[in-house]
């Protein structure tokens, strides 16, 4: 990260705030592998005792992005079609 972008800020040791955000943040709560699974196992289940009634799900905001692109699969192939096999 440089200068360039507006407003950035780098504290005393040089690391940007993006990146103290990571470390401080986003770090210490993501879990992979079998924890994050079972976390979003429970979401999902969550979820679906919520709308078993509708029409439908839920709704994905895609922008058209990788990231929003690799969850939008992730939900519809592996949540709801694994659920679906089970």
């Not at 979003?40 to 709308?51: F, T």
Request: glycine share 10%; with cysteine; hydrophobic share 40%.
């Amino acid at each position: 990260m440089d200068m360039s972008e507006p407003g950035i800020t780098f504290d005393k040791p040089g690391v940007c705030y993006h990146c103290r955000s990571v470390y401080d943040v986003i770090k210490p709560s993501w879990h992979t592998v079998e924890v994050g699974a079972r976390q979003l196992a429970c979401i999902v289940e969550k979820i679906k005792a919520n709308v078993r009634a509708k029409r439908y799900e839920g709704i994905i905001g895609i922008g058209g992005g990788f990231d929003s692109s690799c969850l939008t699969y992730l939900a519809k192939v592996k949540l709801l079609l694994a659920a679906a096999d089970s």
